[in-house]
């Protein structure tokens, strides 16, 4: 297996060679199956290599390969390498198998388009880099993945260009994300300053010189973890993804929603091992989690755009994901980020159903009663809306739940607090999109209606599997105090215990606390009174959503705190400002000015000295007596003296 | 011979062409294109036969010139010139080939001028005795001139006057200091003065305060070209009046000349002076890199924004050359490759669509991504290559220079990783102005996408950028050696200083 790693990236690629040069003249049936085919050859090497590791030891679930040396100056060296342990391997297999399935329903979804053929070289290309992302075995293989990432979800979310407000939804995101990586950067040049190296495997014996909390780790790991708030659009640099929503919705479930923005996870659990020696930078990322977890569900509260609450929503999931990083539950965090790729890629493609179905339409409050029209896309609707709103038995119970009781035992009470309205939150804003898209009457026009349909089967078909894998992906990491063994966190064991395993894992090796229960209840509990109360306001149609979306408090969470305005005004208008200023005063001004007065001068200089030239041949004369004299006197000079 | 030939063939064809009637157009530019054909031919053979394991000169011609003065005629590359020369008759014959329909007057003059400008480049960068140097320095003055004042925009003669007159307002101190050194050399063998650049490196040793004025001396020459903030304000200018092939030659090689000039000889004859300069070149390097990034920004010419992108990108060249380690240097030559080639390319782009519509005002476009696909995707691959994007050749000289530069000062390097998020800033939004939205101007709407010669020059230009993104391993071997010498002679008048 360990020469053929590079297969699970090379597949996507040819798609997308093969697709720029050779298929101009294919069907869109070929062109479609075909990059499917490729991205399907991935999630086939990648059940391969999960294989594969299951036949080794434990221990030894490490397979890498070297391709070539990409760069080697003097002591600096960055070889193009890939490696599958059992983290990167959960990673390939979500990222494949999403990936696949989000390649068949686009055939359905962009049927017709005119960038057909451009949409899928795009959409191999981000699954090439994805897959790169994970599999590199280095910081800047990584990096580059991440880099690769970004341009795609840039080129995807500008897709249909010839809108300027998508043209700069796309922008924006790679502007933001730049930020980030400004971050990732400084931090790839300090872990190599530090270490000497920038290979995972040769950082970690190199750690044992420094301290746990050594204030260069400590910045190595505020530093990444800029990055991963650009990429995984955590606050305050969340801005461009709720904007993404302008791409595709198919590529809003995989880039926006199902795996890139998940890399900034991936990225702080690959570096675990550093973060477990930071215990300050660990609280950084717990509280800036949590945090965004529940300041995104309060935009998501109120939002109108099927695809917007969706997006807060992700957000805010991503949030949790990263109080579990934050709280040392590496594992738990990878689990969230399986079963969220599952139930929210179901959710964005149901929505891409929805909004398919309703000719393109994305305000919820001219749907409704669309259950009995597109039955298919409301019941798998429904098994994610339960999943995300943690409903037991569903996938998303058992890892959300997982990250509050890590949270919890690990006595940070008040991020525990906040997890848990936030997850009441979720469950509110979840059903009342589910409520106004699917039941009551149908609030949209005539022509809406008529035209309403339930998706082909090209895309009910990906929903229908995906719906499975959001009921029960959960139950490959059942928890002991459910009776399950957690299969989930062994399997990924060998990899964070190669850090510290004592800051973390705590609970798959302790006995069942009897609290473990009550925390677990009062998530449930709190679930379900969000259910009820949006079921009072969206299905029984109470009068208090009116009388609440008069007051001032909405208004602010509708126009999302304003913090979009705040950056206009505070930073993008200044610069450019700033700029003007520099261009049309610094530098024609001034420099120029400059440049420009000394040429005057010698004009000036010039035109007396002209003046010279009388074309008297007396005067030349005088002035050439004049010279000799000068220049004998300085010979007797320097003959005396 | 070799080096010789690579030279002297562009001047040879250019003499040609003069003889050749008026009439005959296509005759006239096909002797251009096989005479930088054939150099560009001959020096990818010096480039197989390079040794890249040394730092020895290669392929090294000597034979006396004038013996009284001390000049040889002597020619070399190591693995500094030797990329410097593949790039400038690479870009010299793409340039040939671009001008064929788009250069309609006086196209004898023209070519005859285009060709000995690159004789006086490619002379620059093997000349090793310094009369040479200053020979083919202001040989290349010339033909520039020219081009810019006589094939170019409305305000060609400010422009070109002002070109000429900042370039030789370096040329002239530097000359100053040729003279200098070569006052100070003695010859081994006649017991004379030599202009010999490797007798005079290796007998340079002066003291600091010597060091200090030749440093400045040939610094603000070099510094010019660069060049370097705050003696930019001749490029825009130049850049907006040149016609494409110049503004592509002046971006991709001429501005290389300040550079190269830092590298060969400020560097290892001055070394003392040039760790006490550190501070101020990296300081001017990182005021240039954001400068140039912000007013780039709001330019709306896109000549004038290509320009001002090229003194943030030479800012980088400065800032990882003076950080003074294999890192840093390593990408700073790289990175005057991927300059060459990329911000080459983006003029060779912006030369399509001017030839078209004759403007390049931004607002005069928008949405023509529609009718030019092919355009559209070749300028966004150049476009991600000049904002760094990794997989691209940006990346891999970027990032060795922030990372040499994080070594030598952490600070300058958080400056210098600002810039690349400004460089994403000002192209995306320039991009998105010319590309994408609904095409606002009825004449863009006929616009024709690229012909297959335009393509072609695209492609060639990209397939390098690529390549040298994926695998800059043949590039980076052999320049090491070379940049180590330097690098060690800079290191020994560091231990020298108590």
């Not at chain 1, 798609?15 to 990059?35: K, L």
């Not at chain 1, 990936?99 to 699954?127: C, P």
């Not at chain 1, 992906?473 to 989930?488: D, Q, T, W």
Request: proline residues 3%; contains cysteine; charged residues 10%.
């Amino acid at each position: 297996m360990s020469h053929l790693i590079f297969l699970i990236i090379l597949f996507p690629l040819i798609g997308v060679i093969t697709n720029t040069f050779f298929t101009r003249r294919w069907s869109e049936a070929a062109i479609g199956i075909f990059s499917s085919a490729m991205v399907g050859a991935s999630f086939v090497l990648s059940v391969a290599a999960f294989i594969s590791l299951l036949g080794m030891e434990a221990s030894a679930r490490h397979i890498e390969q070297v391709l070539f040396d990409w760069i080697r100056v003097g002591s600096f060296h960055a070889p193009a390498a890939l490696l599958v342990d059992t983290l990167s391997c959960v990673m390939i297999l979500t990222v494949s198998a999403v990936s696949f399935l989000i390649h068949i329903y686009s055939i359905g979804y962009m049927h017709g388009d005119t960038g057909f053929r451009r949409y899928f070289i795009f959409l191999n290309l981000f699954v090439f880099f994805m897959l790169l992302l994970v599999l590199g075995s280095n910081f800047l293989v990584m990096f580059i993945g991440w880099e690769g990432v970004g341009l795609c979800s840039y080129l995807l979310i500008g897709f249909w260009y010839t809108d300027e407000v998508k043209a700069t939804a796309g922008k924006k995101a790679f502007i933001v994300n730049r930020i980030g990586d400004f971050g990732f950067m400084l931090a790839i040049f300090l872990i190599w300053t530090t270490f000497g190296t920038i290979q995972f495997d040769e950082i970690i014996p190199r750690m044992a010189s420094f301290p746990i909390g050594s204030s260069v780790i400590t910045a190595i790991c505020l530093l990444l973890f800029v990055g991963a708030i650009g990429k995984s659009a955590q606050f305050p640099l969340y801005v461009w993804l709720p904007d993404a929503m302008a791409g595709p919705t198919p590529v809003s479930a995989l880039i926006h929603a199902a795996t890139m923005v998940t890399a900034g996870v991936y990225m702080v659990a690959r570096s675990h091992f550093l973060y477990s020696m930071a215990p300050a930078a660990l609280e950084v990322v717990a509280i800036v989690g949590a945090g965004t977890a529940i300041f995104a569900a309060t935009i998501g509260l109120v939002q109108n755009d099927i695809k917007k609450v969706l997006a807060y929503s992700t957000v805010s999931q991503l949030g949790y994901m990263f109080l579990a990083c934050g709280v040392g539950a590496y594992g738990v965090a990878i689990f969230h980020l399986m079963t969220h790729a599952f139930f929210k890629a179901l959710l964005f493609l149901g929505s891409g159903s929805v909004i398919h179905g309703m000719s393109g339409e994305q305000d919820i409050r001219q749907m409704g009663g669309l259950k009995t029209k597109m039955p298919k896309t409301y019941w798998t609707f429904l098994v994610a809306t339960l999943a995300i709103a943690g409903i037991p038995g569903f996938s998303g119970f058992f890892s959300k739940d997982e990250i509050l009781w890590k949270t919890f035992e690990g006595h940070h009470y008040v991020l525990w607090v906040v997890g848990v309205v936030a997850a009441f939150f979720t469950a509110f804003y979840m059903f009342r999109l589910l409520y106004l898209t699917f039941h009551g009457k149908f609030r949209g026009s005539k022509s809406q209606e008529q035209h309403v349909h339930e998706s082909p089967s090209s895309m009910t078909v990906p929903l229908i599997i995906l719906a499975v894998l959001a009921a029960i992906g959960g139950y490959v990491g059942l928890p002991a105090a459910l009776g399950g063994s957690n299969h989930f966190e062994h399997f990924l064991h060998p990899v964070f215990a190669g850090g510290h395993a004592h800051l973390l894992l705590g609970g798959a090796h302790h006995g069942v606390e009897p609290v473990e229960y009550i925390v677990m209840l009062i998530s449930v509990i709190v679930a379900l009174l969000g259910i009820w109360l949006a079921r009072s306001g969206y299905f029984r149609m109470a009068s208090w959503p009116g009388k609440l979306s008069k007051g001032m408090i909405y208004t602010t969470v509708l126009n999302k705190y304003y913090v979009d305005q705040i950056y206009d005004v505070g930073i993008s208008r200044p610069t450019v400002k700033f700029s003007e200023i520099m261009a049309e005063w610094f530098d024609l001004g001034v420099i120029d000015g400059l440049v420009n007065g000394v040429a005057a001068f010698f004009n000036w200089v010039a035109g007396w000295l002209r003046r010279l030239q009388t074309g008297f041949v007396q005067n030349y004369a005088i002035l050439m007596g004049a010279g000799i004299i000068l220049v004998l006197a300085s010979l007797f000079y320097k003959m005396f003296f | 011979m070799l080096l010789t030939f690579s030279i002297f063939i562009p001047t040879l064809a250019g003499l040609i062409i003069l003889f050749v009637p008026r009439k005959m157009e296509i005759l006239q530019r096909s002797i251009a294109l096989i005479g930088t054909a054939v150099a560009f031919a001959l020096t990818v053979v010096v480039f197989i036969g390079f040794d890249g394991s040394t730092s020895n000169y290669q392929f090294e011609e000597n034979w006396t010139w004038i013996s009284s003065l001390g000049v040889n005629y002597h020619l070399a590359v190591d693995g500094i010139s030797l990329f410097l020369v593949l790039l400038t008759t690479f870009l010299s014959m793409l340039c040939i080939i671009s001008s064929w329909g788009s250069v309609k007057e006086r196209i004898k003059e023209y070519h005859f001028f285009l060709l000995l400008l690159e004789t006086g480049i490619v002379g620059v960068f093997c000349a090793m005795d310094f009369f040479l140097f200053y020979v083919f320095w202001e040989l290349m003055l010339i033909p520039m001139y020219f081009l810019i004042g006589v094939w170019g925009g409305p305000r060609r003669i400010y422009a070109a006057v002002k070109f000429f007159l900042y370039t030789m307002t370096g040329s002239v101190l530097m000359l100053v200091g040729i003279l200098y050194l070569y006052f100070q050399s003695i010859d081994p063998i006649t017991g004379g003065h030599t202009f010999d650049i490797l007798t005079i490196t290796n007998q340079c040793n002066f003291p600091m305060g010597t060091q200090i004025w030749l440093f400045l001396a040939f610094g603000i020459a070099f510094a010019i070209k660069v060049p370097m903030f705050p003696f930019h304000t001749w490029l825009p200018d130049a850049h907006v009046e040149a016609p494409t092939a110049g503004s592509v030659i002046l971006a991709g090689v001429l501005l290389k000349m300040g550079t190269y000039g830092f590298l060969r000889f400020c560097l290892p004859m001055f070394p003392g002076a040039s760790l006490k300069f550190v501070p101020v070149i990296s300081v001017l390097a990182l005021i240039g890199i954001l400068y140039g990034a912000l007013v780039s920004m709001v330019q709306k010419d896109i000549k004038r924004l290509v320009a001002y992108s090229s003194v943030a990108h030479l800012g980088f060249v400065m800032l990882g050359m003076f950080a003074m380690n294999l890192q840093g240097m390593a990408g700073s030559l790289l990175q005057q490759i991927n300059h060459g080639l990329s911000t080459g390319a983006l003029f060779f782009l912006v030369g399509v669509i001017y030839d078209r519509r004759h403007t390049r005002l931004i607002e005069d476009y928008g949405g023509i991504a529609k009718v030019m696909p092919l355009y559209a995707s070749l300028f966004m691959i150049v476009m991600l290559s000049s904002i760094g994007v990794p997989g691209l050749n940006g990346f891999v000289g970027e990032f060795l220079i922030l990372l040499g530069t994080f070594k030598a000062n952490m600070a300058y390097a958080v400056f210098g990783a600002a810039g690349v998020i400004f460089a994403a800033v000002y192209l995306l939004w320039a991009y998105q102005r010319i590309f994408f939205g609904k095409i606002v101007h009825s004449v863009n709407e006929k616009l024709r996408d690229c012909s297959p010669r335009e393509a072609f020059i695209l492609i060639a230009l990209i397939i390098f950028i690529v390549l040298i993104g994926v695998y800059p391993e043949p590039f980076l071997s052999r320049m090491e050696p070379a940049l180590q010498a330097v690098l060690n002679r800079v290191q020994d008048a560091n231990a020298m200083v108590p």
